[in-house]
């Protein structure tokens, strides 16, 4: 589409001129003589290039007007009387630029553009604030449950404290996000979010990762290299899945939450640090508590605002609302050409036991969405994970034909392996057992190695 200018001139023989210049350089071009005219013709206007001296109204009170009708609306003003007052005034008053008569023809489009580009990236810039708001405001999470409301109210109360908070919840409950609003409704919001996934680093890593290292510290450490915590200097450190650090690393984590205070690996200067801690976890830690393999003192550290995330299927409530919220949402980024989902395919939602969470529920729209070849989503269309299958009330087998309890065990814990890949921390999770745990029993199978 072609900008629009408006052009403010009183003077017949100038106002044509610029308006077939204008022409020439493919802009649309709206003509007043008078900034009374002007005014019933600002709202279609991309800029304005209005003269200073106008009868009647002067191009300066033109200009307050139009910043008052439409303050995003670049206004270019002419003037022949043109003195470093005259401009600052102008400028003070919210120009976008100044023109001094006589003025070059190639120079007044050279003008007009400079303006229509700074407008755009203006319109750009705060267009991606706006959809960063969007994204992370607490209240877009979508969950009308009373579970999810006291949720966003106990978000809306500590985003902004400085306390500790420690999400808990299944895998895929949207504790993620939930750190991420907590963040953005916060103090730090302009500062780094930084987020850790600890089954992510490998423990011989993890020291490094967490709070960097000095030049020879250990081979290959060719420089000095920051650490999470600092890149996260006062903004928010997330800590996803804070069950399954080492007990070492326990340890630094407490100094750091206690003192605000550690070293480099390395190094044996203390350095100073600002970071709110939030933490996430799908285990229990106070089963990990009787086990010993989290510490109390770090427990009660990180569990000052505790935040439970109920699973999906607590509150089912909120099905609904999140099927059409990923409708709209995955639709638009994949560019379907599905706009709603039916009643039918609603129930169908409702009626699934979601071990996956919102996450698998998202999956689910989004595999469905590509398999759709209609404007509605509807229960055919839906593609459910296969569920388990149900065992039949005449087996009355207990444990499979022929296996002990403890070979039983072991055939499950080289699956949980095999389905990892190799990464026990990912293995721990699907086994519902710390990393600890895990490995002791690999331990006494001979496996740890």
């Known amino acids: ?39 019933k013709l600002v709202d279609r206007a991309d800029l304005v290039l209005t003269d200073l001296k106008l009868p009647n109204m002067d191009g300066l009170a033109l200009l307050g007007l139009i910043r008052r009708q439409n303050a995003q609306t670049p206004v270019v003003i002419m003037t022949a009387f043109g003195s470093i007052e005259t401009a600052v005034e102008a400028m003070k008053a919210g120009a976008t630029d100044f023109l001094l008569k006589p003025f070059s023809l190639d120079h007044l489009t050279q003008v007009v553009q400079k303006a229509l580009e700074v407008r755009k990236l203006r319109d750009e810039n705060r267009e991606l604030r706006a ?65 850790i996934n600890c089954t992510a680093i490998p423990e011989n890593l993890m020291e490094s990762e967490l709070f960097g290292y000095e030049k020879g510290a ?26 399954d650090v080492p007990a070492n690393i326990q340890v630094k984590l407490l100094r750091i939450l206690q003192e605000r205070e550690f070293e480099r690996l390395g190094s044996n200067v203390t350095r100073r640090i600002d970071v709110r801690v939030i933490a996430a976890t799908n285990q229990d830690l106070r089963a990990a508590l009787e086990q010993g393999t989290f510490r109390e003192d770090l427990y009660y550290r990180l569990n000052v605002v505790p935040l439970n995330i109920p699973p999906l299927r607590e509150r089912k409530q909120d099905i609904p609302f999140l099927a059409r919220h990923f409708v709209r949402k995955l639709a638009l980024d994949m560019g379907s050409r599905v706009e709603s989902i039916t009643e039918p395919a609603i129930a169908k939602l409702m009626d699934y036991h979601w071990p996956g969470n919102v996450r698998e529920l998202e999956n689910v729209i989004e595999r469905s969405l590509v398999m759709c070849s209609g404007a509605e989503l509807d229960a055919a269309d839906i593609r459910l994970g296969d569920a388990p299958r149900s065992r039949s009330q005449n087996d009355t087998r207990f444990l499979p034909e022929g296996m002990s309890l403890d070979a039983y065990e072991q055939e499950i814990i080289r699956e949980a392996l095999r389905r990892a890949e190799g990464n026990k921390s990912q293995a721990a999770r699907l086994l519902g057992l710390t990393r600890n745990a895990l490995r002791y029993r690999l331990a006494q199978m001979g496996l740890e190695s």
């Open 1 to 39: 589409m072609k900008n629009r200018i408006l052009v403010v001139e009183d003077e017949e023989k100038l106002r044509r001129v610029i308006e077939l210049q204008l022409a020439a350089s493919g802009f649309d071009v709206d003509k007043a003589a008078t900034a009374e005219d002007a005014i």
């Open 218 to 243: 250990f081979t290959g450490a060719n420089t000095s290299k920051p650490g999470k915590f600092e890149q996260a200097d006062t903004g928010t450190v997330f800590l996803d899945e804070i069950g």
């Open 131 to 195: 959809e960063l708001g969007r994204r992370y405001e607490f209240d877009n999470i979508v969950g009308r449950s009373e579970p999810m409301q006291e949720i966003f109210n106990a978000i809306e109360r500590v985003a902004p404290t400085r306390a500790t908070v420690l999400l808990a919840g299944e895998s895929g409950v949207g504790k993620d996000l939930i750190a991420r609003a907590i963040h953005f409704h916060s103090p730090r919001r302009d500062r780094p979010m930084v987020k």
